[in-house]
């Protein structure tokens, strides 16, 4: 790996783990507050809007500078999120600032690894980065759970000064050249960039497949973290704290599936993964026969494994195209867009669902089936394509 990738490395863990450990922590604060259960996965629809509502804003952002600076410049705004609610700003306005600095991160986190490292170093590169985010996935809510059980602002004080010291990690990123940066910066220009980026991804045969896979992965992994929490309360009888132990052992499952994919997967033979995203939602199903806590923890790694491998080589391949189609930060911020769509949408449907009091085990069915129906359909449409 080039000069640089490490320190990259180490500023997204830490940054990372502190957005995980922020929404445990702020969800341990909700409850503190009596504020109802449905703010708990509102709180995360608070959070991505932002990734929405800026897209066509933060792609060009991150291309017109250096992508370490954007990084640095994010944290800051994490770093405000975090003092506001430090200061008794309600949670839910609190996160939605994180929101806008994650949203300005995330281009350039992901944006610079293509003009970092050559194609071919790519999925390698992805498997670390995917790595160090399951492993903040992993310690984020169980430590962020942890320090907010007895005072969540004891807690958020301790998640302030990790955003601190990631910025610091951010600021010694080396810099890279400025890559397709916008001929202008008026509203309507950037509004007009955007959506020609838009539908140049989705009108590409392999940024279609990719993009369409990526933004069922992460709306669905957004739900499943609140499915998961809610089924271990109501079917094994876990606390909050003890349920974020199976979001780790889910996240460990992602980090092995990374792992096994950019061993045996090469980007010209991405796609062949779809079928695993078939499975994931059959597993998923099966969470409703599941009593032991033994069994849980075991299923629950294998939807993760099946996760990690068919995530990184698509989410390689989506970079691929989308760096030579449209510039990195450009491709990134239509991922997030698509992606933080597909979030908003199932986590508000699960949202509703909680609030009209379905059934845990109707939800977990509702869900299973909409990811086998989903990537069963994407896979025949990419078939279909490659027919004529």
Known sequence: MVKGFYTLLIAQFL????????????????????????????????????YIVLAPFVGPFADALPKGRVMFMSNGLKFVGCLLVLAGVPPLYAYAVVGVGAAAYSPAKYGILTEMLPSHLLIKANAWMEGT????????????????????????????????LAAAFNYYIPKVPIDHQVEQKTLRFLLKDFW????????????????????????????????????????????????????????????????????YVQLENAVKVLPAGIYMG????????????????????????????????????????????LGAGHSIAVQNFNENIGILILLGAYTWMIGAHFNINTIVTIFGVFIILSMALITFVYRKHLQR
């Not at 445990?24 to 109802?36: G, Q, R, Y």
């Not at 494994?305 to 068919?310: H, P, R, T, V």
């Not at 995530?311 to 189609?325: D, E, I, W, Y």
């Open 15 to 50: 940054s990372a783990i502190a957005d995980n450990a922020l929404l445990f922590a702020a969800i341990v604060l909700l409850s503190k507050l009596n504020a109802p259960s449905w703010h708990e996965p509102l709180l995360r629809e608070f959070f991505v809007i932002s």
């Open 133 to 164: 985010t399951v492993t903040a996935i992993i310690l984020g809510p169980v430590l962020g759970a942890t320090m907010a059980a007895s005072n969540p602002y004891l807690g958020i004080a301790f998640i302030t000064a990790l955003y601190l």
């Open 196 to 263: 020609h980026a838009f539908i140049t991804l989705w009108k590409d045969p392999q940024g279609q497949v990719s993009l369409a896979v990526t933004t069922l992965f992460w709306g669905a992994g957004a739900t499943l973290q609140f499915v998961v929490l809610k089924w271990a309360d109501i079917r094994l009888g876990f606390s909050p704290q003890q349920a974020t132990y199976l979001i780790a052992i889910l996240a460990v499952g992602v980090a092995v599936g990374s792992v096994i994919a950019s061993r």
């Open 282 to 325: 059959i597993l998923v199903i099966s969470m409703i026969l599941i009593h032991s806590p033994v069994l849980a923890g075991i299923l629950l790694f294998v939807i993760g494994i099946l996760s990690g491998y068919f995530l990184v080589p698509l989410n390689s391949l989506l970079q691929h195209r989308g760096h030579h189609l």
